[in-house]
Structures are given as C-alpha cells and as structure tokens.
C-alpha cells in the first residue's frame, strides 16, 4: 500500500521484534518488582503454573478436565442451536409468514446480550450442565438462522424455478434444493456462532457453573492466585483457536469443492 | 406489501404477548416462579423505578450502564482506529504489531473479567478495561482492513497530482476505510454490551448486570426479566444512535443510504 510489500525475512524480523518487546516488558516488570508478582505474574511463571495445573487439581480438577467440562458443554450448546437454527433459517428462507412472524420476535431478543440470559438459564437449567448450554445456545443460535436465511434467499432463482416446474414439495425443496445451496453461508454462520458460542460459555461458566475453565479463573480471581487466572485466559485463547481453525478449514474444503474462491 | 410486513409483524408481537398472559396466568402452563406473569412483571418494574431495588432505581441503574459503554466504547474506537488505520498504511508497523495482536486476539473480552477485578476492583475502572478489550479488537481489524481495501488507484491519482502525506491521510484513506470501519463499529457496540453485562453480573455495585445478578440471588423471576429488557432496550438504543451517525457520516457511500 505505502510501498511494496516486505520481503519475508523483513516481516519476519520486525514480527520477531514485536513479540520481543512484548514478551520483554512483561518479563521485565514483575522480576524488577516494578509491579507486584502478585498483580502480574512473569510470562515464565504462568507457563509453569499450566505445566503444574495438568496435573494438580484447582477448584476440583486439572486443567485438562477443567477444559473438558467446558468443550462438552459448548459442544452440546452449540449443536442444539445448529439443529434448531438453521431449519428455521431456512423455513424463514423459503415461507413468507414464517419470516413476518419470526423476524420481528427474533429482531426484539437479538438485542438482549446472551448473557443476559444467565439469571433464567440458572433458574430454568439449573447451574450443572443445563444452565451453561442454554446461554451457548443464546450466543450461538442468531449467526445460524441468520446465515441459512441468508442462503437460502439467495440460492439461484433458476434452480428454485427448475424445481417447482417439476412439481417439487415443499419439504424437498427445502432439504435437496435451499440447503446444499446455502451451505456456504450456512458454514461461514456455524464460525461466527462458534466464536460467539465459546466466548458466552466463558461468561456463563464465570458467572453460574461449578465446574469449567470459565469456574477454575473465578475461584482463582476469589483467592488472588493472578497466574491461575492467566494459565486459564491461555487454556481458553488456544481452545478457542483450534475450534477455529478446525471451522476455517471446513470452511475452505467446502468452497474449494464448490469451485468458489476460498 | 409493506403494510402487510408491518401487519403480520406487530400481530406476531401480540401474539407473543397473548401466549405470555396464556401461558402464565390463564392456563397456568409454566409453573409459578419460572417465569413473570404480566402483572408480576408491572409490579416489579413500578418497584425498581419507584422504590429502588439493588441499591439504586432503574433509571440510575440503566444511565451507570450506558455512561460506562459510552466512554469505554469511544475510548476503544479512539485507539483502535488509528492503530488499525497505521497497520495498514505502513508494512512495517504491520510487520512488528500483527504477531502480538493475534496472540491476544483470540482470548474472548470476556476472559478478561477474572484479571481486570484483580487489578482494578469491582468499580468502573475494571468495567472500562473488560469494555475497551471487547470493543478495541474489532475496531482495529475492520481499520486494517479498510486500508488494505482501497482501489490503489485512487491512493496512486491522489498522489500524481501532488497531495501531501497528511492530505491524502485525511482526505482518502480515512474516507475510503470509512464504511469497513463502521461495520467495525457495529461489532465492536454489541461486543461491549455483551462484555459489560457478564462484567456487572460477576461483580458489580450499580448497574443493569448488577439488577440481574441480585434479581438471581433473590430468585426474583420478575426483576430478572425487567433487567433482560432494559439491557435489550439500551442495546437497540446504542445501535439506533451508531446507525444514525453511520448514516451521516456515510452519506455519499451506497451503505449509508441503504
């Protein structure tokens, strides 16, 4: 833009420099004691609070399982909002009066933030299981209906009409016709739900669970055990990433075979 | 065709409504104390407004909230802008900034929540650190790569004939970047609701998570839903308000007057 683009061993190096600093200056300030350990503890302390957290229990478990309890959670809350999002998607998609009437319902609750609903999800769910997966789904189900609404109003008009001319049903038009369609945008919807869905599970585990990487960091915050609470911002920013990356890939296998451009 | 929208869309909202009164008080489908009939539901919101409930009355509550997100969210764009706007323009600055940034990234805003009570407390300060995370990230990435997308030619026109550095910053990148960092923008306003609420649900003084957060300890069904709808109203006000400077700002692009 400015100029021509770096060469490779010039980003390289400069990104190099970045983390350098970075790391540095978080090195630095508590071994000088410039801050308290206490309020920052050093980039090496929290890398062996994570060695030492896969084998000793905190709150109740190690790490590892701590992260388990969380990805079984969002798996199932995540599912359940793909399973009810997108058919209803899709019904908005293709049935005018579905659309009036869900649209305007759905339009009021998307302003509540997810976690909003935390106070219901514990009174109705209860604090174990139901609870959490019940605000995953509150985060993850708008970018499903979304994305398969959105697909399925801009499938090809000509195949839509190809179909009705030989007489498909309803039902088959909406599961051999407007699904395959708007699997693209349905795919790049389950990403955005995916980030939203595991970043509402945090909140939720924060706020109502007994178990979960969301829980280990508020129990750590309560006892001021700072390299705790950073080993488990680690735990859910790699977690986080890798069901990302997990989606992105599908993303792009998809599209590939599409012969969209990824 | 409009009318009909409009028809079948304020009669699904009534319906809504019905089903509320049907399902709690006429028929009594959902238990007492699962959810608010319409009259608990008046009780509890002439309650928290006339009387006060957790600390405050609701109207307090509310403008704590929107005063938090209003100055951490233009905190947050007044950074996040310019550091997006500058990883775009110059590679180097790009080069050394980009590894750090992603390493953050991918920690959620609200992970953040933990830390920032530990470093600043309960009060505002630790609601503004939580707030300036959630809506900092998107405002830097939707700047980048409202640079990165500008026609080159027009940089390139503007540069043959002769505008200084400062000028075409002002005049075209800014300009051009404008309509990617709105949508940005957009992101980064939700992003800080959700963050503020899960805040001011962990630990708080005042505030509309607050009102959730003791309505949940009392188990007080009917204040929880009064806290859900002013966090949903305040949400759709903030955006209401972005939209219409979106639309000013934006006059001349074809988002700004969709």
Same mark, same amino acid.
């Given at each position: 833009m400015e100029e021509r683009p770096l060469y490779l061993t010039s980003t390289l190096l400069y990104g190099f420099a970045g983390l350098v600093v970075f790391f540095g200056v978080w090195f630095v300030l508590p071994t000088t004691g410039l801050v308290p350990v206490q309020f920052l503890p050093s980039p090496i302390t929290v890398a062996e609070r994570v060695a030492t957290l896969t084998t000793n229990r905190f709150a109740g478990a190690t790490l590892p399982a701590h992260i388990a309890y969380s990805f079984t959670r969002f798996i199932s809350g995540f599912a359940l909002a793909a399973l009810i999002g997108i058919p209803l998607g899709l019904l908005m998609g293709w049935f005018r009066i579905v659309d009036e009437i869900a649209g305007p319902i759905f339009d009021g609750l998307r302003f509540i $933030?997810?976690?909003?609903? &935390?106070?219901? #999800?514990?009174?109705?769910?209860?604090?174990?299981?139901?609870?959490? +997966?019940?605000?995953?789904?509150?985060? $993850?189900?708008?970018?499903? &209906?979304?994305? #398969?609404?959105?697909?399925?109003?801009?499938?090809?008009?000509?195949? +839509?009409?190809a179909a009705e001319m030989l007489g498909t049903s309803d039902m088959r038009m909406m599961t051999n016709i407007l699904l395959p369609a708007s699997v693209p945008s349905i795919v790049a919807g389950l990403r955005v739900a995916a980030g939203l869905g595991w970043q509402s599970l945090v909140g939720a585990e924060l706020i109502v669970a007994s178990t979960g990487v969301g829980f280990m960091m508020v129990q750590a915050q309560a006892n001021v055990a700072t390299s705790t609470v950073m080993s488990g911002m680690v735990a859910i920013g790699i977690v986080g990433l890798l069901i990302d990356i997990i989606l992105r890939w599908g993303e792009a296998a998809i599209r590939r075979r599409r012969g969209l451009n990824a | 065709m409009r009318n009909r929208k409009a028809m079948v869309g304020l009669g699904a909202i009534?319906?809504?409504?019905?089903?509320?009164?049907?399902?709690?008080?006429?028929?009594?489908?959902?238990?007492?104390?699962r959810f608010p009939t319409p009259g608990e539901f008046w009780d509890a919101l002439k309650q928290i407004e006339l009387r006060g409930f957790a600390g405050s009355r609701l109207h307090a509550h509310a403008l704590h909230s929107l005063r938090l997100i209003v100055i951490s969210f233009l905190v947050a764009v007044a950074t996040?802008?310019?550091?997006?706007?500058?990883?775009?323009?110059?590679?180097?600055?790009?080069?050394?900034?980009?590894?750090?940034?992603?390493?953050?990234?991918?920690?959620?805003?609200?992970?953040?929540?933990?830390?920032?009570?530990?470093w600043l407390g309960l009060g505002d300060a630790a609601k503004v650190m939580v707030i300036w995370f959630a809506a900092f990230v998107p405002s830097v990435i939707n700047a980048h790569a409202g640079v990165r997308n500008i026609d080159r030619s027009m940089i390139e026109a503007?540069?043959?004939?002769?505008?200084?550095?400062?000028?075409?910053?002002?005049?075209?990148?800014v300009p051009a970047a404008m309509p990617m960092i709105f949508t940005g923008l957009r992101l980064s306003l939700q992003a800080s609701w959700t963050t503020l609420v899960a805040a001011e649900l962990v630990g708080a003084l005042v505030g509309v998570g607050f009102v959730l957060n003791v309505a949940q300890q009392d188990i007080f069904p009917a204040m929880i839903l009064v806290g859900m709808l002013t966090v949903g109203v305040l949400g759709w006000f903030t955006t209401y308000v972005l939209g219409l400077v979106e639309r000013r700002v934006l006059a001349w692009s074809v988002q700004g007057r969709a």
């Open positions: $933030a997810p976690i909003a609903w &935390v106070p219901f #999800a514990a009174l109705w769910f209860g604090t174990g299981i139901g609870g959490p +997966i019940m605000i995953i789904f509150a985060g $993850a189900f708008p970018p499903c &209906v979304i994305n #398969a609404y959105r697909g399925a109003r801009q499938v090809d008009p000509r195949l +839509i009409e | 009534a319906g809504v409504v019905l089903l509320w009164f049907a399902l709690t008080r006429w028929f009594g489908i959902i238990p007492i104390g996040g802008i310019p550091l997006g706007l500058l990883m775009g323009w110059n590679r180097r600055a790009e080069a050394l900034i980009n590894p750090v940034f992603m390493l953050i990234r991918p920690i959620p805003p609200l992970a953040w929540i933990p830390l920032a009570i530990l503007a540069r043959m004939m002769g505008t200084p550095p400062h000028r075409l910053v002002m005049e075209v990148i």
